[in-house]
């Protein structure tokens, strides 16, 4: 059965209650929903996640940062505020 994984603006607007058989956690959305966490308790949530995904053999970790080399970075007189 091939595996599932979700993008991090699912785990923000939609808050999955359970996951189907066959998840993945992507290390990169641990990354990002630590980024916006209020307090400690949340961190600490997702760090005993990450290291439950990691111990089943269930976390995806890019072996490379692709980003930089395949996107043009952007400067700030580069952007448009409205």
Not at 34 to 45: C, I, V
Not at 56 to 73: A, N, Y
């Amino acid at each position: 059965m091939p595996g599932t994984t979700y993008d991090t603006n699912v785990f923000i607007r939609e808050r999955p209650a359970y996951f189907p058989a066959g998840f993945f956690m992507s290390a990169v959305v641990i990354q990002e929903l630590a980024a916006g966490a209020r307090d400690n308790s949340r961190l600490k949530e997702l760090h005993a996640a990450q290291k439950r995904y990691e111990k089943e053999g269930r976390l995806l970790v890019p072996d490379e940062i692709l980003i930089p080399r395949h996107t043009r970075h952007l400067r700030l007189e580069d952007v448009t505020f409205a």
